[in-house]
T-cell receptor
Framework: DTAVSQTPKYLVTQMGNDKSIKCEQN?????MYWYKQDSKKFLKIMFS???????INETVPNRFSPKSPDKAHLNLHINSLELGDSAVYFC???????????FGQGTRLTVV | GENVEQHPSTLSVQEGDSAVIKCTYS??????FPWYKQELGKRPQLIID?????GEKKDQRIAVTLNKTAKHFSLHITETQPEDSAVYFC?????????????FGSGTRLQVQP
């Protein structure tokens, strides 16, 4: 009964490829996020969706495109991958009545 | 936007000692301040949080204090144990419900020596 689940857990790919990471939450939360954690462990918000509506779009290259088919899913598609995209990407969700963020297990993306 | 600064970046203590991690934030509208613990290779998990209408909160060996005037908040861990070793993140957020995202500090790597 995983609350926030991401797939895949590991992703190794070559520069220039396009890849997607999927995220699903079964908590009934309205808000979902993508965070990026770099090699220095900085956790930075990338996107936030509330009821399928894009709320926050930080200064992320437009090669990154989030898609929310319904409020339980938030996928991240990355075009033309670059070496600097290597990081751990975390999906998270939070309820409408609170702000605690529940994180998925993370996807370690390695671009070679 | 919000900016959260956290220090120290690393902290080493002996088992049984106390550990204190401090954070400052920039946005006076911030009203929610959680602390997350991240073990190696794992996801961040909430360990305690505090809201702007409260000055202090305690949960067993963990306590958090908030000084709204000075815009800083701190995590206190007493009687540290080796399993407390992890990276700890503070965070802050402001804005309307459903339009919030947490801004994280840069993390503190806590090492508890047995």
């Amino acid at each position: 009964d995983t609350a926030v689940s991401q797939t895949p857990k590991y992703l190794v790919t070559q520069m220039g490829n396009d890849k997607s990471i999927k995220c699903e939450q079964n908590l009934g939360h309205d808000t979902m996020y993508w965070y990026k954690q770099d090699s220095k462990k900085f956790l930075k918000i990338m996107f936030s969706y509330n009821n399928k509506e894009l709320i926050i779009n930080e200064t992320v290259p437009n090669r990154f495109s989030p898609k929310s088919p319904d409020k339980a899913h938030l996928n991240l598609h990355i075009n033309s991958l670059e070496l600097g995209d290597s990081a751990v990407y975390f999906c998270a969700s939070s309820p409408p009545w609170d702000t605690e963020a529940f994180f998925g297990q993370g996807t370690r993306l390695t671009v070679v | 936007g919000e900016n959260v600064e956290q220090h120290p970046s690393t902290l080493s203590v002996q088992e049984g000692d106390s550990a204190v991690i401090k954070c400052t934030y920039s946005d006076s509208a911030s009203n929610y301040f959680p602390w997350y613990k991240q073990e190696l290779g794992k996801r961040p998990q909430l360990i305690i949080d505090i809201r702007s209408n409260v000055g202090e909160k305690k949960d067993q060996r963990i306590a958090v204090t908030l000084n709204k005037t000075a815009k800083h908040f701190s995590l206190h861990i007493t009687e540290t144990q080796p399993e407390d070793s992890a990276v700890y993140f503070c965070a802050a957020t402001a804005g309307d419900t459903g339009r919030r995202a947490l801004t994280f500090g840069s993390g503190t790597r806590l090492q508890v020596q047995p």
